[in-house]
């Protein structure tokens, strides 16, 4: 069973549209990290956002958002008012403190395609 | 700052062949991994070494992948003898610390094909 599932594979969207992209992990560790990457056209990837697993208040940044959700196991980021510029891949990650250190499990992605 | 710097970008090469793919990662970051990212399998972590030190190289496929990290501001990876099935986007990380809260940070990965 993945441990980390972005169901939707691909997105597609109009410009100031908003968008949610889901995400769903799996762990028995009570102590564990989440992250969101995103990797652009150019293909790097960057790190965008790190939540806690204790600490579950939504964080907001700009236009981006986080709401995380241990009683569904889900960290689902939103991207408010969409714009060309936010077309990339979208990856969730977990680490688990009782795997490995700083070993990062990704989801497989979601592909964000925002249309001008 | 620097980022983690990966060469070369782009690797071409024959199937046989030796592929020696670098990694500098951020000065002061104590943490190293290496993923690799096909479409099939998505991002997988190859190795990681935590101060210099080889910790978890499970992900490696096969005897003919091998990673060195003879010192803090270096890495390889190579692969010998090189297939095609080893064609992938190959990402270098690094973290501050290697602990479970610390970020990793990419290089631009070395995009790898093998004809």
């Known amino acids: 069973a993945q441990k980390v599932t972005q169901a939707q594979t691909e997105i597609s969207v109009v410009e100031k549209e908003d968008v949610t992209l889901d995400c769903v992990y799996e762990t028995r560790d009570t102590t564990y990290y989440l992250f969101w990457y995103k990797q652009p056209p150019s293909g790097e990837l960057v790190f965008l956002i790190r939540r806690n697993s204790f600490d579950e208040q939504n964080e907001i940044s700009g236009r981006y958002s986080w709401n995380f959700q241990k009683s569904t196991s889900s960290f689902n980021f939103t991207i408010t008012a969409s714009q060309v510029v936010d077309s990339a891949v979208y990856f969730c990650a977990l680490s688990e403190q009782v795997r490995s250190q700083g070993n990062l499990i990704f989801g497989k992605g979601t592909k964000l395609s925002v249309k001008p | 700052d620097a980022g983690v710097i990966q060469s070369p970008r782009h690797e071409v090469t024959e199937m046989g062949q030796e592929v020696t793919l670098r990694c500098k990662p951020i000065?002061?970051?104590?943490?190293l991994f290496w993923y690799r990212q096909t479409m099939m399998r998505g991002l997988e972590l190859l190795i990681y070494?935590?101060?210099?030190?080889?910790?978890?190289d499970s992900g490696m496929p096969e005897d003919r992948f091998s990673a060195k990290m003879p010192n803090a501001s270096f890495s390889t990876l190579k692969i010998q003898p090189s297939e095609p099935r080893d064609s992938a986007v190959y990402f270098c990380?690094?973290?501050?610390?290697?602990?479970?809260?610390?970020?990793?940070?990419f290089g631009n990965g070395t995009r790898l094909t093998v004809t």
């Open positions: 990380a690094s973290s501050l610390t290697g602990a479970t809260n610390s970020p990793l940070h």
């Open positions: 000065s002061g970051h104590n943490s």
């Open positions: 070494f935590n101060n210099n030190v080889p910790i978890d």
